[in-house]
C-alpha cells in the first residue's frame, strides 16, 4: 500500500477503507508496540516522551488517529461498532507490514485492543488494557457531569479548547501525581490545529461504545498476556472497570496504581511502562 506524508504531525496510511494518520517512534525492526487512544482523543495525546521511553525498551512504537479524530477520515452520518475500529488497527499493521504486534490501549482505545485480542488473536503478541472496562452495567461508572462535558458546545478558538482541557483535567486527572499543565496546554492547542470541528467524529465514537454493550463473554476468549492498569483516582471510568476486566480474561494481571485519574501524568509513567514491558515480556518467543 501508498502512504502520503503530511508533516511532522504524522503520515496518511490506508488501513480497513479508511485512511489513518500514524507517527512512529524508535527502529522498525524491533517488536512493534501499538498504542490506541480513547474517545475524541488524538495520536498527539500519547506525550512524545511517554512513547520515546517505550521505545527505549526495544519496541517499534506507533500512535494513531483513530477514525473520525485528528487527521483520519472523519465519516459523518455513519454507523460504526468497535470491532470496525478493532479492523482498523489491524489494518494498519498490515499496512505498515506488521505481521503482530504488542497493543496498548487507554480508555475507549482500551476496548478496542480488548476487541484486536478477542477477534483477531494471531495479530496480538500482548495486551494492556489502560483506564477501561468492559461494558457490564455498572462497571467503569463514569459521573453524568463528566459524561455531559463530553457532548458540551464545542470550543470555538483555540485558547478555549485550552482552557477547557485543563479544567477538565482538573476535574478527572491524577490527584495523586503532579499534572503536567504545559503537556496538556500544548497537546491540546495542537489537537485543535489538527482538528477543530471534532464534535461529530466524538458522538460516532460514543454511539459505537455505547451499541457495543457488555464485552465479558467476547474478553474470556482472549489468550495473549494481559495486564489491566487502572488508577484508583478514575473519575470518568471507575477502577471497577479494571477489576471487572482483569476478572474477564484469564491470566489476566491487575496493576491498581493509588491515586491516578484518566490521565498518564509523567510521575505515574514508569509504573505504567514497567507493567507494560513486563507484561510484553511474558510473550512466548
Given at each position: 500500500m501508498q502512504d502520503r506524508a503530511v508533516g511532522a504531525a504524522g503520515r496518511i496510511v490506508p488501513a480497513n477503507g479508511v485512511d489513518l494518520c500514524v507517527e512512529t517512534f524508535g527502529d522498525s525492526r524491533h517488536p512493534a508496540l501499538l498504542l490506541i487512544m480513547g474517545l475524541g482523543f488524538q495520536l498527539v495525546h500519547w506525550p512524545d516522551e511517554f512513547c520515546r521511553r517505550l521505545a527505549g525498551h526495544g519496541f517499534f512504537v506507533i500512535r494513531f488517529d483513530n477514525?473520525?479524530?485528528?487527521?483520519?477520515?472523519?465519516?459523518p452520518g455513519a454507523d460504526y461498532s468497535l470491532a470496525?475500529?478493532?479492523?482498523?488497527?489491524?489494518?494498519?499493521?498490515?499496512?505498515?507490514?506488521?505481521?503482530?504486534?504488542?497493543v496498548v490501549g487507554a480508555s475507549m482505545g482500551g476496548m478496542i485492543a480488548q476487541l484486536m485480542a478477542a477477534l483477531h488473536p494471531s495479530r496480538v503478541l500482548s495486551l494492556a488494557s489502560l483506564m477501561s472496562t468492559t461494558g457490564r452495567r455498572g462497571k467503569g461508572r463514569t459521573s453524568p457531569r463528566l459524561v455531559r462535558h463530553l457532548f458540551s458546545r464545542g470550543a470555538?478558538?483555540?485558547?478555549?479548547?485550552?482552557?477547557?482541557?485543563?479544567?477538565?483535567?482538573?476535574?478527572?486527572?491524577?490527584?495523586?501525581?503532579?499534572?503536567?499543565v504545559d503537556e496538556i496546554r500544548r497537546a491540546t492547542a495542537l489537537a485543535f490545529r489538527r482538528d477543530p470541528d471534532h464534535r461529530g467524529g466524538r458522538r460516532r465514537q460514543y454511539r459505537a461504545v455505547r451499541v457495543a454493550g457488555d464485552r465479558t463473554d467476547q474478553?474470556?476468549?482472549?489468550?495473549?498476556?494481559?495486564?489491566?492498569?487502572?488508577?484508583?483516582?478514575?473519575?470518568?471510568?471507575?477502577?471497577?472497570?479494571?477489576?471487572?476486566?482483569?476478572?474477564?480474561?484469564?491470566?489476566?494481571?491487575?496493576?491498581?496504581?493509588?491515586?491516578?485519574?484518566?490521565?498518564?501524568?509523567?510521575?505515574?509513567?514508569?509504573?505504567?511502562?514497567?507493567?507494560?514491558?513486563?507484561?510484553?515480556?511474558?510473550?512466548?518467543?
Open positions: 477514525r473520525d479524530a485528528g487527521r483520519s477520515t472523519h465519516l470496525d475500529m478493532a479492523a482498523d488497527a489491524v489494518g494498519l499493521l498490515d499496512a505498515l507490514g506488521v505481521g503482530r504486534a504488542h470555538r478558538t483555540e485558547q478555549e479548547a485550552v482552557e477547557r482541557r485543563v479544567r477538565l483535567f482538573g476535574t478527572i486527572g491524577s490527584s495523586g501525581f503532579e499534572q503536567d474478553l474470556a476468549r482472549i489468550t495473549a498476556p494481559t495486564v489491566v492498569i487502572h488508577g484508583t483516582a478514575d473519575r470518568m471510568c471507575h477502577h471497577s472497570g479494571g477489576e471487572a476486566t482483569a476478572a474477564a480474561i484469564s491470566g489476566a494481571r491487575l496493576q491498581l496504581i493509588p491515586g491516578l485519574g484518566h490521565d498518564l501524568p509523567p510521575g505515574a509513567w514508569p509504573t505504567i511502562i514497567d507493567a507494560i514491558v513486563a507484561n510484553a515480556h511474558r510473550t512466548q518467543p
